[in-house]
């Protein structure tokens, strides 16, 4: 597993400090109802070796979980199924989530999209210039220091 100084060329790093407790955060990460809010129509369980897909707008896209610790780590495998015939090579990626309770009794959020920037260069010139992750919920945006904004769903 990667640790933070160990991060492929090809990747995708984020990282937020949230006002909202590891828990919460967690909850956002691994409920279905509520990672579909932000992210996409999913069922996941936060269990190492189960699989689950999200539904994509343009391909299905099949995971399996490597890593789960409560609260703490999140790793899973991403492959795209294209519905596109000629589409040959899907993206096969590691997605990372590294959380940490800061010591205000936050969340130090990490991110990590291991083998995307290599496929999805429109992707990556975007998140160079301040994509917006959007966690849903609770009626107000929770906004991270270092932003782009984060929206918690409520507990």
Not at 1 to 16: P, R
Not at 53 to 59: I, N, Q, T
Request: glycine content about 6%; charged content about 25%; overall charge negative.
């Amino acid at each position: 597993m990667n640790d933070q100084s160990e991060v492929a060329a090809d990747a995708l790093e984020f990282e937020y400090d949230l006002a909202e407790p590891p828990e919460k955060v967690w909850r956002a990460l691994t409920v279905p109802e509520l990672l579909a809010a932000w992210m996409m129509p999913n069922d996941i369980r936060p269990q190492a070796g189960s699989r689950f897909a999200f539904a994509g707008p343009d391909a299905a896209i099949e995971c399996e979980i490597l890593d789960a610790e409560p609260e703490r780590l999140l790793r899973y495998s991403w492959r795209e199924q294209s519905r596109d015939a000629a589409r040959r090579d899907p993206l096969d990626s590691i997605v990372t989530f590294t959380l940490a309770r800061t010591v205000s009794g936050g969340t130090h959020l990490r991110i990590v999209h291991d083998g995307f920037a290599r496929k999805a260069m429109p992707a990556v010139a975007m998140a160079s210039a301040g994509c917006r992750l959007s966690l849903r919920g609770a009626g107000k945006p929770i906004v991270a220091n270092n932003t782009p904004h984060l929206l918690l769903r409520a507990a």
